[in-house]
C-alpha cells in the first residue's frame, strides 16, 4: 500500500471523518475525553483503493476539564433536532447562553418504557421530554445536579425528544454534559432501575388539605399541580398506580412562592392514580382521576 484512507467517529454519531495517511500510524486530536470511537482503514495502492477494514474501537481517557466536541451540532430547534441511538451514553456541550439541545428517538413495542439520564453536567442545566410537539416531562434540579426523568408509557413513537438547555444561559465551551436514553419492556421504579424485587411502596392515605392543587381532575391529557413554599425548594412529583408503581416521575427545582409543575397522562390507561409530592422528608398526595 502507498497509503491509507483513515475513518473515525464518535461511536454515537453518523458520520463519519476521513484523513489521508501515508504511513502505519497517525495521532488523532481534538477528541472527546472519556468517549468510545469506531475507526476503520482502507489500503490505497496507486489508483487502486480496496475494500475497508471491519470496524474496531477506542475509547479516550476521562479527563478533569478540558475541550470536548459536540458531534451533534447544528440542533438548536426541534425541527434540527439529531437522531440518537437509545441505551448509549455520549457527550455534548451548551455551548454559548443561546445554544440548546434536540434530540429524537425511537421506542419500539417491546421495550416502550422510557428514562433520560443526564450527567457531569458543567453547570445548570435542564431536560425535558416530548412526543412530536406534546410537552412530556422535565427533570431541572438546582446547579450541576444529575436530571432524570422517567415516564413509563404504552405509547410507541419515533418522534420522542429530549430537549436540554441552560438555565438562566448557563453555558459551557470547554466542558461536556453526558445523556443517555435507556428503554425497558417493565416499568421503571423510582430509583430508575428495572432489576431486582419490585420495592413495595405505600400509597399514603389522601387528605384535602394535601399542600398543593391539581387541575383539572378529572383530567384526560395535561395536568398542572400549583406548589406554595415558603423557601426555595427540590422537590419530586411521582404519579403512581395503586400498587404504588410509578407512571410518570419529575425533579424540579422551585422558587419561594407560587410555583407550577405540568404533566400529561394522556398515555396511562384510565383508572385512579396517586400523585405524590415530596420535599425532602415531607410528602403530601392527592388522588388523580384520568378518565379519556
Request: aromatic residues 10%; glycine residues 8%; charged residues 15%.
Amino acid at each position: 500500500a502507498t497509503s491509507y484512507n483513515l475513518q473515525y467517529k464518535l461511536s454515537v454519531a453518523g458520520s463519519w471523518t476521513t484523513v489521508s495517511v501515508g504511513g502505519t500510524s497517525y495521532n488523532l486530536s481534538g477528541l472527546t475525553a472519556g468517549s468510545t470511537y469506531n475507526y476503520q482503514v482502507q489500503a490505497v495502492c496507486g489508483g487502486t483503493t480496496g475494500s475497508y477494514s471491519s470496524v474496531s474501537s477506542f475509547t479516550t481517557q476521562s479527563g478533569g476539564g478540558g475541550s470536548c466536541s459536540d458531534a451533534y451540532e447544528p440542533n438548536n430547534s426541534r425541527n434540527a433536532a439529531k437522531v440518537i441511538p437509545t441505551d448509549v451514553a455520549f457527550q455534548a456541550q451548551i455551548a454559548t447562553a443561546s445554544d440548546n439541545d434536540w434530540y429524537r428517538f425511537s421506542n419500539t413495542s417491546s421495550k416502550r418504557r422510557i428514562k433520560i439520564d443526564m450527567t457531569t453536567l458543567p453547570d445548570d442545566y435542564d431536560v425535558r421530554l416530548y412526543r412530536n410537539n406534546s410537552y412530556l416531562a422535565i427533570s431541572q434540579n438546582a446547579g450541576t445536579l444529575d436530571e432524570q426523568i422517567i415516564y413509563n408509557t404504552n405509547t410507541v413513537s419515533s418522534s420522542y425528544y429530549a430537549y436540554v438547555y441552560g438555565y438562566n444561559g448557563a453555558n459551557s465551551n470547554t466542558q461536556c454534559y453526558t445523556l443517555k436514553v435507556s428503554l425497558s419492556s417493565t416499568n421503571w421504579r423510582l430509583d430508575g432501575s428495572t432489576e431486582g424485587e419490585v420495592e413495595e411502596v405505600d400509597v399514603p392515605l389522601v387528605f384535602e388539605n394535601a399542600g398543593f392543587g391539581m387541575y383539572p381532575n378529572p383530567a384526560t391529557g395535561e395536568v398542572t399541580v400549583e406548589i406554595p413554599v415558603e423557601a426555595d425548594s427540590d422537590v419530586t412529583l411521582t404519579v403512581m398506580d395503586p400498587s404504588g408503581k410509578a407512571a410518570i416521575q419529575l425533579h424540579s427545582a422551585i422558587n419561594k412562592g407560587n410555583n407550577r409543575l405540568n404533566f400529561d397522562v394522556s398515555d396511562l390507561p384510565n383508572g385512579v392514580y396517586f400523585v405524590q409530592l415530596r420535599n425532602g422528608s415531607l410528602a403530601h398526595t392527592r388522588k388523580l382521576v384520568v378518565n379519556k
